[in-house]
């Protein structure tokens, strides 16, 4: 890692001629403020028993500030760590919240979310990018358009150098199938995403969370010289080793949604120990701390001779906690703290404004677009998984229904072999579009992060993998298939009915695909997608028109077949295959038993498909308006899904 001073100029709001001035010089964080801060959910409850949920308190009356340094949030599991952090962010639902945050003394503005730095506890990286360019990414959505593309490119460089990236700032950052950079380096391309916007304030939830000590020592060691240099950075921590917790500035330990601490972290010993609790020699404070809060009696050590050992045995972890709140409220630190928060709210600006989160945006949609369609095709392409496989399963199929249906005759079993292969095809797109159920499901955490962030509109998301979906995944393998499929089996031999196969066949996947986007775009997991998914194609599937017919079907189930996505892609096929063929030209005409069905009109005549130009064409205009309604409810499902926890 580069040992050089991580100061980071790299201009929030277009002021480019001032970035001459180097990484070098020392800036001015933001001080945050928070004052009686309330957080609550409302957990169970039914709406069809009408039972109404219990309220549970995640935090309660938290107060103090965090100023320009290494500002760390400790507190054992279920404290409320990453609640309040998310609070300070401007990342929590309103809802069930009260008290303020201010910045330097003022509200905060209703896009804070989109000025600070949050690095989230998971990565949200793309994987199959580089570092390199997951930087530019940032670079060029997150920044002004009025700072030229050099300078953003500048701005990268520098900030790969001043992250010690690099050596690996070509190199992919890695999937579950790419080899990718290390976990430190993963935890700083993170952190550099955030930094391209040079925030006064930088939020992370549990940054070492998956490293190993010496890594995330590493990590901590950069936050800690952007602190130096007069950044705000604000993090929730679990469990530090030593070499990490010295290198706090100020400590914030909450117990269940309450503060019993928070005052600058070298002094947590001394209080700690002025209130009877002493940490053992060689012991790590950041799991005295904890052994504190647990109620562990070796971290007590009892200062009044007429107190006994079964008493603070038996005492229970809610009297600790207790106890810890009360030494705090009746502490200095608690005192100094009230007097500084009354300062600040007396030179506060007496504007009352309601409690909103807005997004914006610093470059237009067209100049999003172009950025993410680009992202989203290197992404296809650069992993096997979703476009080299999709592909030769596509003509792995194709071969196999060929083979089956080889060369068919102008018989009566041609007919029906005929009927089984259309029937087929279209089962086979209508299942083989499931696979989209994991478009927005696999980037669900990089897509809520990224739009509350402010890289780009949910309509340019939404627009940009439907694109990238449907060009490389949905076309290309229908028109794979149909080149194969159709020859092999030998369907009607003209360039119009070949073609005209090929559209349906790509149509029938648009629809099973928009269907599987519109269930699984505000699903959390896969399985239960293809699930609903599966129980929709089945059924569907069924009123398709081979398996029962439809003309059989009672009037009280026979509107299901208008939902039926397979019904009008075989309708569409059979209309084009069928229509003049003939199925009796071997036969003498007065040889021809009654009943024996000899015309391709009379077949779908029996099947109740409509043969006429309309006939045809309907089941194409169907299918585009299933895809329209389809495509409303995935983007709408998308706009309006729970971006804030």
């Given amino acids: 890692m580069s040992e050089s001073r991580v100061s980071m100029e790299l201009g929030q709001n277009g002021a480019s001629k001032h970035q001459s001035a180097g990484l070098d010089q020392k800036r001015l964080g933001a ?24 309220t549970k308190d995640i935090l309660i009356d938290l107060n103090g500030t965090m100023k320009p340094g290494l500002n760390a949030i400790m507190g054992a599991t279920g404290s409320g760590k990453s609640s309040f952090l998310d609070v300070l962010a401007a990342r929590k639902d309103p809802a069930g919240l009260s008290g303020e ?4 003394g003022a509200p905060q503005p209703p896009n804070f979310k989109c000025l600070s730095g949050y690095v989230v506890q998971d990565d949200v990286v793309m994987g199959t990018l580089t570092v390199r360019e997951n930087f530019s990414f940032s670079a060029a959505l997150r920044l002004p358009s009025s700072i030229p593309q050099e300078e953003k490119e500048q701005k990268v460089n520098k900030l790969i150098q001043e992250l010690g990236l690099s050596r690996v700032a070509d190199s992919r950052v890695g999937t579950q199938l790419i080899r990718g950079i290390s976990g430190g380096e993963r935890k700083r391309t993170n952190i550099g995403m955030e930094l391209i916007i040079d925030p006064s304030v930088l939020f992370l939830d549990e940054p070492t969370t998956g490293l190993d000590a010496s890594t995330a020592n590493s990590v901590l060691l950069l936050l800690k010289r952007m602190a130096d240099n007069g950044r705000t950075i604000i993090l929730s921590i679990h469990q530090p080793r030593y070499s990490i917790y010295r290198l706090f500035d100020s400590l914030t330990l909450l117990v269940n949604g309450k503060q019993v601490y928070h005052a600058a972290a070298q002094s947590a010993l001394d209080y700690f120990s002025d209130i009877g609790y002493t940490c053992e020699p060689h012991n790590n404070p950041a799991d005295f701390f904890l052994d504190v809060i647990n109620g562990d009696s070796t971290a007590v050590a009892l200062s009044s001779a007429d107190r006994d050992d079964s008493d603070s045995v038996s005492k229970s ?14 502490s200095h630190y608690f005192r100094q703290t009230t007097a500084e928060l009354e300062r600040i709210l007396q030179g506060k600006q007496t504007t009352t404004t309601a409690r909103s989160r807005t997004i914006t945006y610093n470059t237009s949609f067209l100049t999003q677009f172009r950025w993410v369609l680009k992202r989203t095709f290197r992404n296809l392409m650069l992993n096997p998984q979703t476009s080299v496989a999709q592909i030769a399963v596509t003509l792995f199929l194709a071969l196999v229904v060929g083979a089956i249906f080889f060369d068919v005759q102008a018989d009566q079993s041609g007919m029906q072999n005929r009927f089984g292969a259309l029937f087929f095809i279209v089962v086979n797109q209508c299942f083989s579009s499931l696979s989209s159920a994991e478009l927005f499901i696999a980037e669900r955490k990089l897509f809520i992060h990224e739009c509350i962030s402010g890289y780009y509109r949910v309509s340019v998301y939404f627009l940009s993998k439907i694109l990238s979906d449907i060009i490389t995944l949905r076309t290309i393998p229908a ?15 003209t360039a119009e009915a070949f073609f005209l196969f090929m559209f349906s066949v790509m149509l029938v996947a648009y629809t099973a695909t928009s269907m599987a986007l519109a269930i699984s775009a505000d699903q959390t997991v896969v399985a239960i997608a293809n699930i609903f998914m599966t129980i929709a194609c089945v059924f569907m599937m069924i009123f398709a028109g081979l398996l029962v017919n439809l003309r059989s079907i009672v009037n009280w189930l026979a509107w299901l077949k208008y939902l039926s996505i397979p019904r009008y892609g075989l309708g569409a096929l059979q209309v084009n295959e069928f229509s003049g063929l003939q199925f009796c030209s071997g036969l003498n005409v007065t040889m021809i038993p009654p009943g024996l069905i000899c ?18 064409w309907q089941n194409h205009v169907a299918l585009s308006i299933m895809t ?13 899904i729970k971006k804030f926890t």
């Fill in 31 to 54: 001080t945050v403020s928070f004052h009686n801060i309330h957080y609550k959910v409302t957990q169970g409850g039914s709406c069809l028993c009408w039972k109404k949920g219990t």
């Fill in 599 to 616: 015309t391709g009109e009379d077949f779908m005549e029996q099947q109740g498909v409509d043969f006429s130009t309309w006939g045809f």
């Fill in 317 to 330: 972890r809610r009297g600790i906690e207790d106890k810890l709140v009360e030494e705090y409220r009746n």
């Fill in 628 to 640: 329209t309604c389809f495509l409303a409810i995935a983007y709408l499902k998308l706009r309006f």
């Fill in 101 to 104: 945050v201010l910045i330097d």
């Fill in 479 to 493: 028109i794979v298939f149909s080149c194969v499929a159709y020859f092999m089996i030998g369907l009607k031999p």
